[in-house]
């Protein structure tokens, strides 16, 4: 059978068409041969972001950003068309974050943990994660607030640090170096005076090393000397308190008898505390010696006789 040339045109033509249909939808990402899930999301903004654009689960990418569409209340209706057949759990959360540095946008899944899986047609949580640039601009106010404080006192440092500032810090820097020349030759007064008493030094530590030997050889006699000296110590303030305590008794002993023998009458002492006829006598001796005196006083010529010649003149 001969195929006309014009059938043979239109048969080429056909599939020339039909190629380039499925060219085109492949380029755009869409599924010629397979099933898709079509979902929604809903966005406040979508800088950066356009249609073809990926859907990713943990930087793979399960579909694409079909279309976009302006809602009369301002917000943005993305619509996602999932390859194959997904389990996305209908809590999951589309966010719509940043891929580069320039502002290229994707849609993230961040699934959720129920059991119920979106289904065709299903809006989805959605929300808008802050781009690089944007995430980094507190940090550059900062940035430039530190830098602007790091020039004020830059300022102030150039202000303070005038010549004569200058000229003392250089002054200061040569005290300092000649201390440090100072220092040096003192220490190298210490060599020589290291080196040339170095034998004496050599001595001393070796009589101090036979010291500390002899006394750890000798430990043991030491402390038997020690141990003595202390029971020795111990055993004469033993003795003495003793003897101390036994006098101490014996004197209260002596003096309680002392005691008694007042309380009995016994004694002279005990005569005067106890005998009333001894205090009446005192007493009136004591009158008398009292009277005596006042009468010496006022005539002495009774009791005293004398003469500037060796004789004296009798009272008639």
Sequence with gaps: MKIANETKVGILAAFSIALLIIGYNFLKGNAIFSTETVLYARYSHVDG???????????????????????????????????????????????????????????????????????????????????????????????EAIIGKMDSILTSINAIVNPNFQK???????????????LEATSKKVDNMVGTEGSKISVILTNAESISSNLKNNNA??????????????????????????????????????VNKMNNGNGTLGLLLNDSKMYDNLNNASKNLDNLIIDLKQNPKRYVHFSVFGGGNKDK
């Design 221 to 258: 006699k030491i402390n038997a000397i020690m141990n003595n000296i202390n029971s020795i110590t111990d055993q004469v303030a033993a003795a003495n308190f003793k003897q101390t305590i036994e006098n101490a008794n014996k004197a209260v002993a002596d003096l309680q008898g002392v």
């Design 168 to 182: 003392n810090v250089d002054k200061s820097f040569t005290s300092i170096a000649a201390t440090l020349a100072s």
């Design 49 to 143: 972001l356009g249609v073809s654009k990926p859907v990713l689960i943990n930087g793979f990418q399960i579909g694409r950003v079909d279309k976009l569409q302006l809602q009369p209340d301002g917000t943005i209706l993305a619509t996602l068309k999932i390859k194959g057949k997904y389990e996305i759990p209908k809590n999951s959360t589309a966010r719509l974050e940043s891929t580069d540095l320039l502002g290229s946008k994707a849609i993230v899944m961040a699934l959720g943990t129920g059991k119920d899986f979106a289904q065709d047609g299903d809006t989805l949580n959605a929300n808008v994660e802050k781009n690089l640039m944007e995430a980094v601009q507190p940090v550059q106010k900062k940035a």
